[in-house]
């Protein structure tokens, strides 16, 4: 007898891949697929709920039959269209936040960003108790820490350049001095702040030491490296790659900073690590007459600096400064640094601190 309740997968008679106006300013890049899908004038598509046309877009731009996104989007249900958008993982409320994506359809890059976020369960949780969900508050939700994905937290960062990788930069520093068992203490400090100069302001806090005086001994380096231990080789070396290390002569001798040279490897270099509250950083690392250095080289340095307990990135002390500019008006704003490449967020140069 058939099936009366099943629709037909008949499409309205229209040019297929000849997207209207309004498809156009709903749909952006994908328009022609859904244009081939729903030809002009698209109703079926316009008429599902805002949900089912951004997992339309999602399907469509995946390699799967185009009947099947089609039957999907318009009568899968809820919990087998979230199974297909996330690869077959489970998850709870995936639809019911598609809700709030708005009218217009995302990138696929942004896509892709909240299906990720979305499988962590913490960062889903936040999601799920959003009133709207949007490609700028998901790429903030992917700079911070899980433990900082919080609505307490989450509000109380300006919408500032560099906010969010410093107080980031801030929890992975303090869980580094304060130890990883007090991650979550941390973070629920943070929580409590209720302002965003307070927040920023505890972050800044938890970057200074609990106990003074207390010295660590550098890093012991792998034999390709050696330490420079007395102010005869430091003159030595600074004279071999003409650069200015003798005016750090008192700071080597007090023990806040340490100076290696590179001896075996691709190119012959001198490096310099400072000590602050979260330990040995490296703080510089150049060539002859300060040239830079190639990256297989940097990628050398910093694996055998990272595997003797010694760490990359800004000190501690310029980070809580800029911290405090970033919430204060009476400072601001803060000169977040760029850190788009990995070389940039090594943070070299700041010798000085």
Request: with cysteine.
């Amino acid at each position: 007898m058939g099936n009366p309740m099943t629709r037909s997968l008949a499409r309205p008679v229209g040019r297929a891949g000849a997207a209207s106006p309004l498809l156009q300013f709903l749909a952006g890049a994908h328009g022609e697929a859904i244009a081939m899908a729903w030809p002009a004038p698209h109703t079926g598509f316009l008429s599902l709920p805002a949900a089912r046309r951004h997992a339309a877009a999602i399907l469509l731009a995946r390699d799967i039959d185009m009947a099947q996104a089609v039957r999907m989007a318009e009568r899968g249900r809820d919990t087998e269209v979230a199974r297909h958008l996330m690869h077959g993982e489970a998850v709870h409320g995936l639809m019911k936040a598609f809700a709030r994506l708005g009218e217009v359809l995302w990138d696929m890059a942004d896509y892709d960003l909240l299906l990720s976020l979305f499988s962590d369960e913490s960062t889903a949780q936040v999601l799920r108790h959003s009133d709207e969900i949007r490609p700028e508050a998901l790429h903030l939700l992917r700079r911070l820490p899980v433990l900082l994905r919080v609505p307490r937290i989450l509000r109380n960062i300006p919408d500032s350049r560099g906010a969010a990788d410093d107080l980031a930069e801030a929890f992975r520093l303090a869980v580094r001095i304060q130890g990883a068992g007090a991650a979550a203490a941390i973070a629920q400090r943070w929580e409590r702040a209720g302002t965003a100069a307070r927040l920023f302001d505890m972050a800044a806090e938890d970057l200074q030491p609990d106990r003074f005086g207390g010295l660590l001994l550098p890093p012991d380096l792998p034999p390709a490296f050696f330490r420079v231990v007395d102010r005869k080789t430091l003159e030595r070396v600074a004279l071999e790659f003409r650069n200015c290390l003798r005016d750090f002569t008192s700071d080597v001798a007090l023990g806040r900073m340490a100076v290696y040279v590179l001896r075996d490897g691709v190119e012959r270099a001198v490096l310099a690590l400072r000590q602050d509250p979260a330990g040995w950083r490296l703080a510089e690392a150049k060539g002859k007459d300060n040239a830079d250095l190639r990256e297989e080289t940097l990628h050398f340095i910093v694996e055998a600096v990272e595997r003797a307990g010694g760490r990359t990135g800004e000190s501690s002390w310029t980070l809580s400064r800029r911290l405090h500019e970033h919430a204060c008006s009476n400072c601001g704003p803060a000169h977040a640094p760029l850190r788009e490449t990995w070389i940039q967020r090594l943070m070299l140069g700041t010798l000085w601190d």
